[in-house]
């Protein structure tokens, strides 16, 4: 019996100005052990030394990647749209340029989706770094999904807790941080409206 092939999974990132964090971001993705991965990357028009960093990384020749240059800042959403447009992947991971990857993370993403086809998006835990020139992770949960108050403030589960383990587990949020959220590319196209997936009268979202 011939196994399937892993469905592909299109890494979709949105720069401006991101130059401190982005190459260890960039570094994280080329070394996740996922087989069926493509990088979209579309830069908002940086002033600082973002353009640098992307045309001295060198992806691994395995890695379909592709870098466009916008004239202008169009935005958060916009940017995100735009790469979608162009993404292949049956799976659609949003991430943050000042995200960085631990390994197998990718893989985890893709197993914990495909488990029930009514899955539209899937997260992990995001964890707080410290800041400097040299940044580690620390203890510090950031984000495991999103939850909502009784009087519908949405709030990032786990927030500012230690970690200790908790939040390892799969189970159903109400929602997933944009700084790292893999989509399941149908219901992108289900629930986009005239092409827009992120709503780009929000230039930035949370």
């Not at 950031?142 to 500012?160: I, K, Q, S, V």
């Amino acid at each position: 019996m011939v196994e399937a092939a892993p469905a592909q999974v299109s890494v979709l990132i949105v720069t401006y100005n991101s130059a401190e964090h982005l190459l260890r971001c960039l570094e994280s993705i080329a070394q996740q052990d996922y087989p069926a991965l493509e990088v979209i990357i579309i830069d908002n028009a940086s002033t600082d030394t973002t353009g640098d960093v992307l045309k001295q990384f060198t992806p691994p020749a395995r890695l379909p990647w592709s870098v466009k240059l916008n004239a202008e800042n169009k935005g958060f959403a916009a940017g995100q749209n735009q790469a979608i447009r162009q993404a292949q992947g049956e799976w659609l991971l949003c991430l943050n340029p000042d995200v960085v990857l631990r390994p197998g993370f990718i893989r985890q993403l893709v197993s914990a989706a495909a488990v029930d086809g009514k899955i539209g998006a899937v997260c992990g835990k995001l964890l707080r770094w410290t800041p400097g020139e040299q940044p580690e992770f620390t203890s510090m949960i950031d984000c495991a999904g999103m939850y909502f108050t009784p009087n519908l403030r949405h709030l990032d589960r786990g927030g500012e807790e230690t970690d200790q383990g908790q939040y390892e587990h799969a189970e159903y949020v109400f929602g997933a941080s944009g700084a790292a959220v893999l989509y399941r590319r149908a219901m992108v196209q289900d629930v986009s409206i005239e092409g827009e997936f992120f709503d780009e009268d929000f230039f930035a979202y949370r």
